[in-house]
């Protein structure tokens, strides 16, 4: 059963929201980081986004049982029921939200996190996942907001890196989800989600996807330019960014759409877990904002 709660809450979703949290945390930090408060705020963090993705697994719960990646999720095969599910999710969101408050005490990250809650739960899962090709940009907000969170945490209010980190995250989200849809067509296909590729066509999805990458290049070197990174970012950004853009250039030329999808999607997580890292490192070694 414990294993069946686990899955409820997709921990490979949530693990990769918290790479780019404690980025943004350590970023803030600038090398002095106090191991408690920081295991408060990812543990809170850990349960909230939990929450969501257990919330967004009662809502798919129909069209789960439709997809070849989602069928044997717990909902869609009936092994938590909606009463215990939903149960569970109220009180992974109530502990964690009171650890982010009991860790920070300020408004900036608990609002924060509510935005991406309520983005990813109501406007993204409840209402526009089924009926618009908007819904990814949409679901781009959530996925942009831990980061954010990780670094309004130790600084306690909005500035110019926070809003770069933002920006930066929401658009890494596009190209990302949009690789998924790629190499997932069958799936969307059968559960009638209208993503950009299904909708528009696998060109256009292409087209896409190699913008939004050139976007995410630039934006990634807003932190650099404004002073708060160093070299070891810039490097990290251009080397990863410009394998990000040339495998998605090659999707024009390929003759198997979703193996080449799956190496874009590949060197989307690469990419933005090392810029996650690379943050962090220079920040340790003292690399401020002047």
Known sequence: MYRTYLELVKPGIVAGNLISLAGGYLLASQGVVDASHLALVISGAALVIG?????????????????????????ATGSISIRSALAFTCILALIGFSLLYAATHRIAPLFLMLIGYVVYVGLYSLILKRRSVHATLVGSISGAIPPVVGYCS????????????????????????????????????????????????????????????????????????????????????????????????AGFSASDDARWARRVFAASIAAVVLISVAMSIDAARGIQHS
């Open 51 to 75: 929450s969501g993705c257990a919330a967004n697994n009662v809502i798919d719960r129909d069209i789960d049982r439709l997809m070849e990646r989602t069928y044997a999720r717990p909902m």
């Open 154 to 249: 130790v600084r306690g209010t909005l500035d110019t890196a926070a809003v770069a980190l933002f920006v930066i995250f929401g658009i890494w989200q596009m190209p990302h989800s949009y690789a998924i849809a790629m190499f997932r067509w069958k799936d969307y296909e059968a559960a009638s989600i209208p993503v950009l590729p299904l909708v528009k066509g696998r060109h256009h999805a292409k087209r896409r996807i190699v913008l939004y990458i050139a976007a995410f290049l630039v934006a990634a070197l807003a932190l650099p330019a404004l002073g708060y990174v160093g070299n070891l970012y810039l490097s990290t950004v251009l080397l990863s960014g410009v394998y990000w853009l040339k495998t998605a250039l």
